[in-house]
């Protein structure tokens, strides 16, 4: 009896550290998230970074025009 429970025990314990490392990882991430969007928060930008459709279309219209040239 012993033998199988030291057998289950040596099966579950790498699945078991695996969770409790990528629960650690997550709540770093969002601490970081957290600290991150704090940090913007102090910050009086209100431009956007995302380029705009129209960006996306000239960047298009020159990279065809390269390669028809």
Known sequence: ???????????????????????????QIREAQEARKAAEGQKSSSRSTVPSTAT????????????SS
């Open 56 to 67: 996306w279309y000239a960047d298009g219209r020159r990279s065809k025009k390269l390669v």
């Open 1 to 27: 009896m012993l033998t199988v429970l030291g057998i289950l025990v040596l099966l579950v314990l790498p699945s078991v550290i695996g969770i409790v490392h990528d629960r650690r990882v997550d709540r």
